[in-house]
């Protein structure tokens, strides 16, 4: 079922007008990776080169992000990795709040909700903000919480990391603590699980 959703939903976006992203588009960026990922990784928009090749992070901040997956103990493959918005902005500006709006609505939230993860990793401020938003992202970096039912790990984008090189031992150093994070909300997830199994079934009203 969940293949079959995400099947629709790229193929919706590859074919999408609902904003005025798509005048200036080569393609758009579905997004790419296992319908049962335990783990999705949420952009800001196509670069120039996702742009050419309809691919998200395949540019130099996508052969970072490579390299920090493998950082963490991933490969591209187990993870599921989309953007805000699936068309790029011209001249990479920031997406404008009703491309966000209208892009997540159409496209994400319905990507995270039929993929159903047990964590989403948000890279960058736009992506952020869509579960916190008025925070700082130099300011929250790396710390998890949960939100609606999700652990959600807000990080820097790997392209910050590319134009500042202070920020890359920043950013190394929460992927290298990703795996203890999920591997952490697993275990209270499994706990609350076993917990509620141990519940008593409320006994049935005697009618007497």
């Keep these: 079922m ?3 959703e995400i099947q629709v ?3 919706e976006v590859r074919q999408c007008t ?3 992203l798509h005048q200036g588009r080569t393609h758009a960026v579905p ?9 999705i990784f949420i952009g800001e928009g196509p670069g120039f080169h996702e742009d050419r090749q309809g691919r998200p992070f395949v540019g130099q901040a996508g052969k970072y992000l490579d390299e920090l997956l493998a950082i963490a103990g991933f490969q591209r493959s187990e993870v599921f990795i989309a953007n805000v918005v699936k ?3 011209p001249k990479n ?13 159409a496209y994400l939230f319905r990507q995270i909700e039929a993929i159903n993860p047990r964590v989403i990793v948000t890279l960058g401020r736009f992506s952020m903000g869509l579960y916190l938003p008025g925070e700082k992202i130099s300011r929250i970096h790396g710390q998890p919480r949960t939100v609606n039912g999700r652990l959600l790990v ?4 790997p392209a910050a990391a590319l134009h500042q090189q202070q920020n890359r031992p920043l950013i190394e150093e929460d992927f290298r603590r990703l795996p203890e994070i999920i591997a952490r ?3 209270e997830a499994a706990a609350k699980t076993a917990q509620d199994d141990k519940e008593p079934p409320l006994e049935q009203l005697s009618m007497f």
């Design 18 to 20: 609902l904003c005025a």
């Design 185 to 187: 909300a697993e275990q």
């Design 2 to 4: 969940a293949v079959h």
């Design 154 to 157: 807000p990080m820097l984008h």
């Design 87 to 89: 068309c790029r902005p």
């Design 31 to 39: 997004g790419e990776g296992p319908a049962d990922a335990r783990v």
């Design 93 to 105: 500006r920031d997406p404008q709040p009703d491309e966000v709006a209208t892009c997540t609505r």
């Design 9 to 11: 939903i790229a193929q």
